[in-house]
């Protein structure tokens, strides 16, 4: 097990050291880790206001 920090929110989670991505974190220091909450914070599209209108001239 690899103990590992998420950029964001700053919790440490232990992840699998088989995984492709403990790999890539071990052999390149640029990538960074993110916790599923923070992936999925980020993943999910913001919905942009129905009901205001833009004026195209």
């Excluded at 964001?8 to 909450?37: G, Q, S, W, Y």
Aim: with cysteine; charged share 35%.
């Amino acid at each position: 097990m690899r103990k590992v920090q998420c950029i964001i929110c700053d919790t440490e989670v232990f992840i699998d050291e088989n995984t492709l991505e403990a790999k890539r974190l071990k052999n390149d220091p640029m990538h960074t880790f993110m916790c599923d909450e923070c992936k999925s914070r980020l993943d999910t599209p913001k919905h942009r206001n129905q009901t205001s209108t833009y004026n195209h001239r």
